[in-house]
């Protein structure tokens, strides 16, 4: 799926199912939320900390976050009039343009852990 046909989609989701977005803020709420939920995730699968009894850390729930995640800045973005693709896009060149040779000639990042 394109990034604009996932924008256009989640808009016709919203108008069909969820009646009307919710506002920017709370959805900045809710994408806290979101965020927070795989950060507990990743530090029980991939940190130091272990899973509490009955907390579901599997790759299909880490999944179900980040797509709970991306749902949710889509939202923001179709609410504040953002093209996500041209976003992207420009965070592309904007990256390309600052850490074109900065990451290769980044010894720690060649080194083997």
């Known amino acids: 799926m394109e990034i604009s046909e996932l924008q256009?989609?989640?808009d016709e989701w919203i108008h069909s199912y969820g009646v009307r977005y919710?506002?920017?803020?709370?959805?900045?709420?809710?994408?806290?939320?979101?965020v927070g939920e795989l950060?507990?995730?990743?530090a029980r699968r991939y940190g130091d900390q272990?899973?509490?009894?009955g907390?579901?850390?599997s790759?299909?729930?880490?999944?179900?976050?980040?797509?709970d995640i991306i749902w949710v800045v889509t939202c923001l973005a179709n609410q504040t009039g953002v093209d996500l693709t041209a976003a992207i896009e420009a965070s592309f060149a904007k990256k390309t343009s600052r850490?074109?040779?900065r990451h290769?000639?980044?010894?720690?990042?060649?080194?083997?852990?």
């Not at 919710?22 to 979101?34: D, K, Q």
């Not at 272990?50 to 009894?53: E, F, N, R, Y």
């Open 59 to 67: 790759p299909e729930h880490m999944a179900e976050e980040m797509a």
């Open 55 to 57: 907390e579901e850390c």
């Open 39 to 42: 950060a507990r995730i990743m």
């Open 50 to 53: 272990s899973a509490k009894s």
């Open 22 to 34: 919710f506002s920017e803020l709370t959805n900045m709420a809710v994408l806290t939320e979101e």
């Open 99 to 101: 850490d074109g040779k």
């Open 104 to 113: 290769l000639q980044n010894p720690k990042l060649h080194e083997v852990k």
């Open 8 to 10: 256009r989609h989640i």
